[in-house]
């Protein structure tokens, strides 16, 4: 896969109306393409999805195995 591949499964994840499922499936998605391509950048991937409204919001979110109870309703 390429950028461009990469950026338009974050743009479609950004439409998700709901910003709890939006960031669970941002999620989900990163571990599964964290797993298949060595070259890709999750964090970047993540923000692109725009799981949150703010930027400060994002760096406390965390990392896949930490707690996302602060996020969730």
Do not use: H
Not at 53 to 70: A, F, T, V
């Amino acid at each position: 896969m390429t950028d461009i591949n990469f950026g338009m499964l974050a743009f479609a994840v950004s439409q998700i109306w709901k910003r709890r499922d939006r960031w669970l499936m941002a999620n989900a998605l990163a571990n599964m393409l964290e797993k298949q391509f060595s070259d890709f950048d999750r964090e970047r991937f993540i923000a692109e999805c725009r799981p949150t409204e703010g930027q400060d919001e994002l760096r406390r979110l965390g990392k896949p195995g930490e707690e996302y109870s602060s996020i969730l309703p």
